[in-house]
């Protein structure tokens, strides 16, 4: 939730995106751009990592 915040404030404060991911240490600006303007709430977003977490678990039981 701390990043997602520090991006929204430097956002508008109208800094480059590129500025911000060199800050996080992030390589891919996709990855910044998800803390920006990721619609989601925190309980969706781990929602959303359970499941595929759950579906790579049951595709390595399988293997």
Do not use: H
Request: proline fraction near 2%.
């Amino acid at each position: 939730m701390y990043k997602k915040n520090y991006c929204k404030s430097f956002e508008y404060r109208r800094n480059a995106l590129d500025k911000i991911r060199d800050m996080l240490g992030q390589v891919d600006e996709s990855t910044t751009l998800g803390y920006i303007y990721n619609p989601n709430t925190e309980q969706e977003n781990l929602d959303i990592m359970n499941k595929a977490l759950n579906r790579s678990n049951k595709k390595s039981q399988k293997n």
